[in-house]
């Protein structure tokens, strides 16, 4: 399937599986908006898509966007608004993983900002542009297992950096359950996607082994990409709505909080609590 004429939003698109993704978006004919904090790889890739074919630079936009502020987030989502009256997807995958406690701008635990909070906030004020049988579409992980710390999200007594890394990728795929039955009367669909362990900047925080990990046993980018490549592209009649998908098929998570729609309203409903004068009024 081309992509020619489509528009997507998307994070985390500048280095790792993302920037794999958009590359092979590109040369299919798609056009992608980017958020990017580094002009020095938001240039990086210019020049790959350049040299993949001039023409093709023009496909690619870049606006500025830090996803742990949410006043940074609110712009970005404005200035797409006011340029564009329709996208054909969001693709979420943007992500960290803090090994010690950071706090984001907003003073929120970082993980949960940037990984859960943020994309909350891009799909509510980005969600009128999307059109019938447009795409959600989140990169999740196997590190899902475990129930969602309710009482206390940001892991404030006792920090573990894995703890608020598998918890924000539980969340992910309850959001993404929850929006396929949110917008299923408007034909727009959500997937959350596993793309394995793959070689890139997610355990940049860690020490020299965690690293080393990361580089010894990931997949390469394009390897990684696969699964996300196949969501975007494949028709909407092809693919199961709500679902996780690893090795570009839907697969059964693992725990039975994962499935449960009753939690996935609770997320969704912790989420509204941190970002709700964030969001678009209705």
């Known amino acids: 399937m081309d992509l020619v004429g489509k528009r997507y939003f998307f994070t985390g698109g500048t280095s790792g599986?993302?920037?794999?993704?958009?590359?092979?978006?590109?040369?299919?004919?798609?056009?992608?908006?980017?958020?990017?904090?580094?002009e020095e790889k938001a240039e990086v890739?210019?020049?790959?898509?350049?040299?993949i074919g001039s023409d093709m630079v023009s496909?690619?936009?870049?606006?500025d966007c830090d996803l742990g502020s949410f006043h940074s987030v609110v712009?970005?989502?404005?200035?797409?608004?006011?340029?564009?009256?329709?996208?054909?997807?969001?693709?979420?995958?943007?992500?960290v993983w803090s090994f010690s406690k950071e706090e984001s701008e907003d003073g929120i635990e970082k993980t949960l900002q940037v990984?859960?909070?943020?994309?909350?906030?891009?799909?509510?004020?980005?969600?009128?542009?999307?059109?019938?049988?447009?795409?959600?579409?989140?990169?999740?992980?196997?590190?899902?297992?475990?129930?969602?710390?309710?009482?206390?999200?940001e892991f404030a007594k006792s920090y573990s950096g894995f703890r608020a890394y598998r918890q924000s990728k539980l969340g992910i795929i309850l959001l993404t359950?929850?929006?396929?039955?949110?917008?299923?009367?408007?034909?727009?669909?959500?997937?959350?996607?596993?793309?394995?362990?793959?070689?890139?900047?997610?355990?940049?925080?860690?020490?020299?082994?965690?690293?080393?990990?990361?580089?010894w046993f990931g997949k390469t980018p394009e390897d990684g990409a696969q699964t996300l490549l196949h969501l975007?592209?494949?028709?909407?009649?092809?693919?199961?709505n709500g679902a996780y998908y690893k090795n570009e098929k839907p697969k059964g998570t693992d725990t039975v909080a994962s499935k449960s729609m009753e939690m996935a309203q609770k997320v969704d409903?912790?989420?509204?609590?941190?970002?709700?004068?964030?969001?678009p009024e209705k």
């Open 17 to 38: 599986l993302g920037k794999a993704a958009v590359l092979a978006m590109v040369k299919k004919g798609a056009n992608v908006v980017l958020t990017s904090r580094s």
């Open 45 to 51: 890739l210019r020049r790959e898509v350049s040299n």
């Open 59 to 63: 496909r690619l936009e870049f606006v």
């Open 75 to 95: 712009s970005a989502c404005d200035t797409v608004v006011s340029k564009y009256d329709r996208l054909d997807g969001i693709i979420n995958n943007a992500g």
């Open 115 to 153: 990984n859960l909070l943020a994309p909350y906030v891009i799909v509510h004020r980005l969600e009128g542009l999307l059109g019938t049988e447009s795409k959600l579409i989140q990169t999740a992980s196997a590190l899902h297992q475990g129930k969602f710390n309710f009482d206390n999200p």
């Open 177 to 215: 359950r929850w929006w396929a039955d949110t917008f299923s009367d408007r034909e727009i669909y959500s997937f959350s996607q596993h793309p394995g362990l793959v070689s890139t900047e997610l355990g940049r925080g860690g020490n020299w082994l965690v690293r080393k990990f990361f580089d």
């Open 232 to 240: 975007i592209q494949a028709p909407v009649q092809d693919l199961e």
């Open 269 to 279: 409903e912790l989420c509204r609590s941190y970002t709700q004068d964030y969001l």
